[in-house]
């Protein structure tokens, strides 16, 4: 069965750099398109960016100067490195996966929590 687990949330100090990885399996990885989306408890999820299967990315405009996305295919993992964080990016991180990048019948994993202090 599908499974994507994310790894490498955690507290951070404002300024600081996070990598967050998510391990993909039970799918083939390589053709399907993989986000990273966030949520804050009470707030609607909100979209990162993605990638898709030619390695090609897209970001919400407000974070990709400083969120980049990335996907090792021979290691079914996709990462997200986040740098100049601020206390405002403190939320749940998910990733997910989609044929054709359609989010509405995605595959999700359980998330996992980061916190920027200021």
């Known amino acids: 069965h599908v499974q994507l687990v994310e790894s490498g949330g955690g507290s951070v100090q404002a300024g600081g750099s996070l990598r967050l990885s998510c391990a993909a399996s039970g799918y083939t990885f390589s053709i399907y398109c993989m986000a990273w989306f966030r949520q804050v408890p009470g707030l609607e999820r909100e979209g990162i960016g993605s990638?898709?299967?030619?390695?090609?990315?897209t970001y919400a405009d407000s974070l990709k100067a400083r969120f980049t996305i990335s996907r090792d295919n021979a290691k079914s993992t996709l990462y997200l490195q986040m740098d100049s964080l601020k206390p405002e990016d403190t939320a749940v991180y998910y990733c997910?996966?989609?044929?054709?990048?359609?989010?509405?019948?995605?595959?999700w994993g359980q998330g996992t929590q980061v916190i920027v202090s200021a």
């Open positions: 990638i898709d299967s030619d390695g090609i990315t």
């Open positions: 997910a996966a989609a044929r054709y990048c359609k989010w509405s019948d995605a595959y």
